[in-house]
């Protein structure tokens, strides 16, 4: 099928993969773009979608099965002018086991295919839809050297001849391909969040370099976020849960390991937030103001009287600079997992600001 591109717009317009509950929309949407078009495939994330981005075409495919030519057609073959993606990273992780990333040419059935295999869906889509720019957002450990069997055989070397590497699939499909490590602390929301931002220009349009955000200087805390009222009893951990939280750091101390619980208080920032027990566990937070201390799910012990509790979902979705009206209607598991898979979204704004005063100079 032939391909009709150039189709002229009165906006930068966008199209996200991997969309989650509509966060790098949001900051996109907040930059001043329009985002045409969107896929997700989990359906708690697609309600939390729709809801919240109603304007958007919203592709709810697996996305192994979304064509080129399907999104193409499907925003009317206008020219895309960033195709947004943050594939999955487990292998890339510090909390993951960090193995090699395969190929896109291994091939795997539905059912047992690596979810970082999803990492080369998206490079198919680039490849295919051909954007004037990409953004890919992932794990900071993408760059580290124990994952040189995914980018290079160097620790920062992610361009050498290997045909598995992402930056060298990325180049090969005529992009001009740069990259930062971008942290959320610096950019107004209280959380240690290093994520890599890697991007790409077309190499049609001649754009050789790009400024980077630079870092807001307003330092705030988790204090800055923290819930105004007195906040649920079920958010409150057991005395029972306080002792194996105890227990498990105590044993990893002794084996010379950091891992374990860690506390927050008000006038720090809180650590990365990721799905998964461990995110919450390392974000447990001190508040005093309980005043009813009657379980109201069921506990193991009592619950304690230490003020240790765990951060709200709308603690976290402040963590990751949503707004508080932005609707959640799920369970609050599914909420701590929506945000924490999320991304920070000031970094997303700033990083979409900084590319239309590129597209603008360059015109």
Same mark, same amino acid.
């Given at each position: 099928?032939?391909?009709? $591109?150039?189709?002229?717009? @009165?906006?930068?317009?966008?199209?996200?993969? =991997?969309?989650?509950?509509?966060?790098?929309?949001?900051?996109?949407?907040?930059?001043?773009?329009?985002?045409?078009?969107?896929?997700?495939?989990?359906?708690?994330?697609?309600?939390?979608?729709?809801?919240?981005?109603?304007?958007?075409?919203?592709?709810?495919?697996?996305?192994?099965?979304?064509?080129?030519?399907?999104?193409?057609?499907?925003?009317?073959?206008?020219?895309?002018?960033?195709?947004?993606?943050?594939?999955?990273?487990?292998?890339?992780?510090?909390?993951?086991?960090? #193995?090699?990333?395969?190929?896109?040419?291994?091939?795997?059935?539905?059912? +047992?295919?690596?979810?970082?295999?999803?990492?080369?869906?998206?490079?198919?889509?680039?490849?295919?839809?051909?954007?004037?720019?990409?953004?890919?957002?992932?794990?900071?450990?993408? +760059?580290?050297?124990?994952?040189?069997?995914?980018?290079?055989?160097?620790?920062?070397?992610? =361009?050498?001849?290997?045909?598995?590497?992402?930056?060298?699939?990325?180049?090969?499909?005529?992009?001009?391909?740069?990259?930062?490590?971008?942290?959320?602390?610096?950019?107004? %929301?209280?959380?240690?969040?290093?994520?890599?931002?890697?991007?790409?220009?077309?190499?049609?349009?001649?754009? @050789?370099?790009?400024?980077?955000?630079?870092? %807001?200087?307003?330092?705030?805390?988790?204090?800055?976020?923290?819930?105004?009222?007195? %906040?649920?009893?079920?958010?409150?951990?057991? +005395?029972?849960?306080?002792?194996?939280?105890?227990?498990?750091?105590? $044993?990893?101390?002794?084996?010379?390991?950091?891992?374990?619980? #860690?506390?927050?208080?008000? @006038?720090?920032?809180?650590?990365?937030?990721? %799905?998964? &027990?461990?995110?919450? /566990? $390392?974000?447990?937070?001190?508040?005093?103001?309980? +005043?009813?201390?009657?379980?109201?799910?069921?506990?193991?012990?009592?619950? @304690?009287?230490?003020?240790?509790?765990?951060?709200?979902?709308? /603690?976290?979705? $402040?963590?990751? &600079?949503?707004?508080?009206?932005?609707?959640?209607?799920?369970?609050?598991?599914?909420?701590?997992?929506?945000?924490?898979?999320?991304?920070?979204?000031?970094?997303?704004?700033?990083?979409?600001?900084?590319?239309?005063?590129?597209?603008?100079?360059?015109?």
């Amino acid at each position: 099928m032939e391909v009709i $591109r150039n189709i002229p717009h @009165n906006y930068y317009n966008v199209i996200s993969t =991997f969309s989650g509950c509509g966060g790098s929309s949001l900051g996109y949407k907040m930059a001043g773009y329009k985002v045409l078009w969107a896929n997700e495939f989990i359906p708690a994330a697609q309600e939390c979608y729709k809801v919240n981005h109603p304007t958007t075409f919203l592709n709810i495919k697996d996305i192994r099965k979304v064509q080129p030519e399907d999104i193409l057609k499907e925003i009317n073959y206008q020219e895309v002018d960033i195709l947004d993606g943050s594939p999955p990273c487990a292998s890339f992780s510090m909390a993951g086991k960090r #193995e090699k990333l395969w190929g896109k040419e291994k091939k795997y059935s539905d059912t +047992t295919q690596r979810v970082d295999d999803l990492f080369f869906e998206y490079i198919r889509i680039v490849k295919g839809v051909q954007p004037k720019i990409f953004i890919a957002e992932n794990v900071a450990g993408l +760059t580290m050297g124990v994952a040189k069997n995914i980018l290079g055989s160097n620790q920062f070397d992610m =361009f050498n001849d290997q045909k598995d590497t992402i930056l060298y699939q990325l180049e090969n499909a005529g992009y001009k391909v740069d990259y930062m490590i971008l942290n959320a602390k610096y950019f107004g %929301v209280p959380q240690n969040r290093e994520r890599i931002f890697i991007i790409g220009f077309r190499k049609d349009l001649n754009i @050789n370099e790009f400024d980077y955000p630079k870092s %807001v200087k307003k330092k705030i805390a988790f204090e800055d976020i923290k819930e105004e009222k007195e %906040v649920s009893v079920k958010y409150y951990l057991s +005395t029972q849960y306080q002792d194996t939280l105890r227990n498990h750091k105590e $044993r990893h101390k002794n084996k010379g390991n950091g891992f374990g619980y #860690e506390i927050i208080k008000d @006038n720090q920032c809180a650590n990365a937030i990721v %799905v998964g &027990g461990m995110g919450r /566990e $390392r974000n447990i937070v001190i508040d005093c103001r309980l +005043t009813d201390f009657k379980p109201i799910t069921k506990i193991k012990g009592v619950v @304690n009287r230490d003020g240790w509790r765990r951060m709200t979902p709308l /603690e976290w979705a $402040r963590l990751q &600079g949503f707004p508080d009206n932005y609707i959640i209607k799920v369970s609050d598991a599914q909420a701590y997992k929506q945000f924490g898979n999320s991304v920070a979204i000031p970094a997303i704004q700033a990083t979409a600001s900084n590319l239309i005063k590129r597209i603008i100079k360059e015109k």
